[in-house]
């Protein structure tokens, strides 16, 4: 039996036409003309005035954190289960991360708790939404609107996805995307920053390009590093965007039938197919393993492993990582439904290419596990 990977995308539409176009015409560079119209289009997409296309989307933070003016000792209030690079964009200003339970049920950012952690040093939320769901963004706006704090959306993995039908990525004062493989949209690495606001545009794009200067190209009033994105990513983003909303019906049949064939095991929950104001799109089907089971991800991993079966533990929380902890930052602090979620969750095989065999395949291991 062939092993069944994580993740594989699908790329079968214009990307190869798209690519061959780049190398016909020697644009292969960041001045390419995809890449403005990528950016336009990704933009136009989630309602958004400007997109600026940049390496990855741990980048797409750093550069959201430094448009911002975001500085020592500031604040940023986050989710503890979220992956490092919305952490690291926010402590490499030196800024603090100050951190949120999870929602046991949609794994985001319990919005309830957010209020508490308030200080006279917060200066913005990171709304991060998580593997399918959208965070419940109309207390978040309330709350930022209300403190006057600023709002960095990462919807990294929430393209093609709503909230209330609006589109994610259209409710941080910055908001970001990831195009990694594992994204519904994908340039192999690479990432965007959208906003509505002119000024924080242009310095997003200063930002990307080690802050150049319009009228004296080489003299510097400021510091960045290069963060450009080719021509050639944009040609593949350009094909995988056509397909969005393809993309997201396979993603939404991958998780309804995930959802049909484990529904009656006991010792596992599945992902909420909605809320009150969204769709899962199911970016991952990921799978929480119950607490009376004497099993962790760690364990499921291998056992699906050895059966030729990819998949993923889900995310550690922020304030269990050891550089911080070194660092001395969270010491002492404590998130229950995060930690558990850390422990017990893991997602299976759900990139687009995968096939209705594979899935059950997938589905049949899954069950034999828990048999
Ligand atoms: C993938 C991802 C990122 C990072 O994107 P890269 O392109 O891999 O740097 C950031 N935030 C979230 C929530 C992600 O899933």
């Not at 960041?30 to 400007?50: D, I, L, Q, T, Y």
């Not at 030729?308 to 050891?322: A, D, K, L, N, V």
């Amino acid at each position: 039996m062939a092993f069944i990977p994580v993740n594989e995308p699908l790329l079968n539409g214009n990307e190869k036409k798209y690519l061959c176009e780049c190398i016909d015409t020697g644009w292969i560079s960041s001045e390419g003309p995809f890449v403005r119209e990528f950016e336009e289009k990704m933009a136009a997409r989630v309602s958004r005035k400007h997109g600026i296309a940049v390496t990855n989307g741990t980048a797409a933070l750093e550069i959201a954190v430094r448009a911002l003016k975001l500085k020592e000792g500031d604040e940023v209030i986050m989710p503890t289960f979220t992956i490092i690079s919305c952490a690291y964009a926010v402590t490499q200003v030196g800024a603090i991360p100050v951190l949120v339970d999870s929602d046991d049920k949609t794994f985001n950012m319990k919005v309830e708790d957010i209020e508490a952690k308030i200080t006279p040093k917060t200066k913005a939320i990171m709304v991060v939404h998580i593997y399918g769901l959208p965070v419940d963004m109309d207390p978040v706006l309330e709350i930022a609107r209300k403190h006057n704090l600023r709002i960095i959306e990462d919807a990294a993995e929430m393209h093609g996805q709503t909230y209330k039908g609006r589109p994610c990525g259209s409710f941080g004062d910055i908001s970001i995307f990831s195009f990694y493989p594992n994204k519904h949209v994908t340039t192999g690495e690479g990432g965007m920053v959208v906003t509505d606001d002119d000024e924080l545009a242009e310095k997003c794009r200063s930002l990307r390009n080690l802050c150049f200067q319009r009228s004296a190209r080489y003299v510097h009033e400021e510091l960045s590093g290069n963060y450009r994105f080719t021509n050639l990513q944009a040609a593949v983003g350009l094909a995988q965007l056509e397909r969005l909303d393809e993309f997201v019906i396979k993603k939404r049949q991958i998780g309804k039938r995930y959802t049909e064939g484990l529904r009656d095991i006991s010792d596992i929950s599945l992902p909420l197919a909605r809320t009150d104001y969204a769709d899962n799109i199911y970016w991952v089907y990921g799978i929480v393993i119950s607490d009376d089971v004497p099993m962790d991800n760690k364990e499921l991993q291998k056992k699906l492993a050895e059966n030729e079966i990819g998949s993923r533990t889900f995310f550690w929380c922020m304030h269990e990582q050891p550089v911080y902890q070194e660092m001395g930052l969270f010491k002492e602090e404590t998130y229950p439904n995060a930690e558990r979620l850390a422990r017990k969750g893991l997602y299976l095989p759900s990139g687009l290419a995968i096939t209705d065999e594979q899935l059950e395949t997938v589905i049949g291991v899954v069950r034999k596990i828990f048999s």
